[in-house]
């Protein structure tokens, strides 16, 4: 104890540096940005192994199952309109997934392409 009445013994603080390749987190791999600038960090080998895995035998959505998925959500007809979950299901994808193709940036991205063809 110190005169103050604290306690000397010092916490040892985590490191949360995004220094030295480190991520902020210990043992993972090199470190560089998106195109968004944030920080990235690449994936480990064990990583990509796990994701690789989760993924076997899924497939990719095609751009006009994404627009019917954006259709069917923003539906204001009551026996159209779909949750997030109820499209999840439906197309076999994670809410994560389907969340994704519903933000404002990728409908606007996806109309975009769209239009163009």
Do not use: Y
Not at 86 to 102: G, P, Q, Y
Not at 104 to 112: D, K, Q, T
């Amino acid at each position: 104890m110190s005169r103050d009445g604290s306690d000397d013994t010092a916490i040892p603080e985590k490191s949360h540096s995004k220094e030295a390749g480190d991520g902020g987190v210990q043992g993972s791999g090199s470190v560089g940005t998106n195109k968004g600038g944030r920080m990235t960090r690449a994936w480990t080998e064990i990583e990509r192994n796990k994701h690789k895995i989760a993924c076997k035998g899924k497939t990719r959505l095609k751009r006009q199952e994404k627009l019917e998925i954006i259709r069917l959500h923003n539906s204001s007809d009551p026996e159209v309109h779909k949750t997030k979950a109820e499209l999840a299901s439906m197309f076999k994808k994670s809410l994560s997934a389907i969340a994704k193709i519903l933000k404002p940036e990728s409908i606007a991205n996806l109309r975009g392409k769209a239009e163009k063809k």
